[in-house]
Structure formats: structure tokens, C-alpha cells
């Protein structure tokens, strides 16, 4: 997004307020929500104007500055708009500290989603006019049939030969959505299955019922049949390097993301070693070869961030006696390139609906800090930081033993 010129500003601080503008003239917490819907209905972009949102801080209604401290607390809680997962799919967004006749500011930038629609808690809010409105079933159709007509990423797009009756109905009825739609809009009249589903991007359009690639991955009945890269296979060596001879476990698992992040969690509890320390404190201290936080992190980065296109590979795990070494295909995305990848701030996303729909099941908290959690679990429990090898084809994430 390109930054807007001093002028521009001026003229959206001080005319009316409309579908691309809206203004804040304190900070806080009671704000925050309300801030939050605004970014929601910009990324929305209802009138289509292909143009990003502006929310404003510390301006006041008749566009004069308010004169609030614009410190690099507030910069950092109105840049977790995009990363606290409250708004799925998370939104793109620019934040900076401005000047509005000679008074600071802050500028928040949104750019209109291309995976709509886009919610914030359940809910999906819009822009018609000055009003912010939580969006009614025919704008919520005219947000997915104008999702239809952009580039999809691959993860929308339909799946060539899947049909409804590969998704697993009952658990998106009984376990999804009630997890991504608030209750209110869920138990509202006159939505179909097949609006239900395309609203959250299981289907490809209301009145195209095939399921996304992203459906077959998240509530497919057997995904891999479908999407043949879906899969992750584990392998225990008792050595200090890959050696047939030296296997001692292996495992494959298959089926939604959702079971294979659980079955291969609970797989690494099963070999990970305890050991307890009741001397040191009056509280036990637990120490783990490896602290379950970190694997954690680093296996739902890997499932959140691989490629799943043109790709038949799985998911590798390989557990050696000094070291566990997570692969997954794709290489670094978008603005994460092999030089930079790991370092704090950058990040960037190949399946962001997929990433939304994780945080939707409960595996994914935050959007963005999962290297940083992962190394700083490491760090309690005594580990060295995760080491990264990145290539274009591959990423291969290496934690070593305490």
C-alpha cells in the first residue's frame, strides 16, 4: 500500500466520514473493538472500491487533531488488530505515526481483502456510507460472488472433482462453524447450508457447491484423497542420523489438518522424556528434552505455511538423538525470503484462510508469533533457539536437545 500524501490526509481528517474513512479521537481499550469492526468492514470493501480503508486516531468528529501521544504502545496494540486473530481471514494493514497540523496522529491503512468475507469474532461487518452495520445475508452473497471473480489463491479455489458430499457434513455443522460464526448470525433464517458453508470459504459460492480446496483440508472426509500432499509421516531414529537401519518408530498419519496436527502432537508426548526436579524449588521444575510448546508451534507452522500444491510430499518429522528436524515443502512466501526467514516482525502468508480456520479450531492463537513463542519455550526449558534451513523448494526447522 502506498503511504498517503500529506494533502490526502487532510482532506480525509476533515471531510464527513464515508465507506473508506472512519475516525477515532481517544485510544483504549473500549475503543479497540469498535476499531477492530471498522478494519473488518474495510477489508470487507462492500462498494468495491478496490481502495484501502483509512481509521484515524486522534482525530476528532470535526477533523481536528486531538492532540493524544501517539507512543510506540499504541503503535504496537493498533498493529495486533492484525495479528491477535480476532479477524479471520487476518487483514493486510499498514500502521504509522503521522502529522495532522502539527499534532501527532495515528494511521491506520487497510487493504480490501481478496478472501471475503472477512469476520471479526464470528461477525461480518461492512461499510455503507458513515454507518458500520453487521452485514446481512445478500451482502454476504455479493461479498462471495465478488470473491469469485478475483485470483483466487489456490486454497479457495474449487477443487476439481471433490463434490459436497466429501466433506464430513456433521462436523462442519457440529464443530465448525459454531467455532467461526457468532451464534446469532448462525441461527438466522433464510441461510442455506450451501450460503453457510461458501460464507466461510468450505464451498466455492452458494450457488456452486464444491468444495474449496481449503474445505477438503479442513473437513474433508478424506482429504488425502483428494489433495495427495496432505499427509505427515514420523520417523525415530536412535542415531544421530537418517539410518534405516537405526528406525525405531514410524508413523504416517492422514485425515483433516485438524487430526493431523493431534495425532502427531500426541505422538511426540509419547516419546518426549520428563525429567522433574523437586530439589531446586518448593515447586517441582519440569524440564523436557524438547518443551511441547516449541514442537507445537513448529508443527502448525508447518502444516499452516507448507504448499500444498503440485506437490505430492508430506510433512517430515525426524526425531534423532540430539535433534528433531520438522520439513515442509513450498520454501519461504511473499515477502519471507531465505535470508530473512525467522527474523522477529517478518512474516507473511501462503494459506491465510487455512491459518484462519486453525485459529478457528484452537490452534492458533496469535498470527505471527509462532517462531517467537517457539524459541522462547526453548529458552525456559534450557534448549538452543530452533535453527531454520531455507531453500526455495523447502523449509527444514531444527530443534536440538536441551
Known sequence: MERIPDAELERLATEPESDRVE????????VKGSAQEAVCAFANDLP?????????????????PAGIDVDDRLLKDLAEIRSDGRIIPPPTISVEKRSLRG??????????????????????????????????????RILAEKRRSLDLRWELRPHATA????????FIRESYLPNVVSPDVLAANGRTREEQFASVNLLYARDDARPTNLGILVAGKRPSDQIPANWLTFMRFDSERFDPDA??????????V?????????????????????????????RYDYPPAAFEQILRNAVVHRSYEDTNAPIRIHWFRDRIEVQSTGGPFGS???????????????????????????????FGFGIAAANRALEQNGNPPVEFLADPTRIVAVIHRR
Open 258 to 286: 485438524d487430526e493431523i496436527i493431534r495425532r502427531t502432537e500426541d505422538k511426540f508426548r509419547a516419546h518426549n522424556q520428563t525429567q522433574i526436579d523437586i530439589v531446586s524449588a518448593p515447586t517441582e521444575i519440569r
Open 23 to 30: 475516525r477515532k479521537e481517544l485510544w483504549s481499550k473500549g
Open 247 to 256: 528406525l525405531v518408530d514410524e508413523l504416517s498419519v492422514f485425515g483433516r
Open 48 to 64: 468495491n472500491h478496490r481502495k484501502p480503508g483509512v481509521l484515524l486516531i486522534g482525530v476528532r468528529d470535526d477533523g481536528t
Open 163 to 170: 463434490t459436497i458430499e466429501d466433506l464430513d457434513l456433521a
Open 336 to 366: 519471507v525470503t531465505t535470508t530473512n526467514f525467522g527474523q522477529p516482525g517478518i512474516t507473511d502468508y501462503r494459506n491465510p484462510a487455512l491459518a484462519g480456520a486453525l485459529r478457528n479450531l484452537g490452534y492458533v492463537q496469535q
Open 103 to 140: 499534532h501527532a496522529i495515528a494511521v491506520v491503512m487497510v487493504a480490501p481483502s481478496d478472501s471475503p468475507p472477512v469476520r471479526f469474532e464470528g461477525r461480518c461487518f461492512v461499510r455503507i456510507g458513515p454507518r458500520r452495520a453487521m452485514a446481512t445475508a445478500q451482502d454476504e
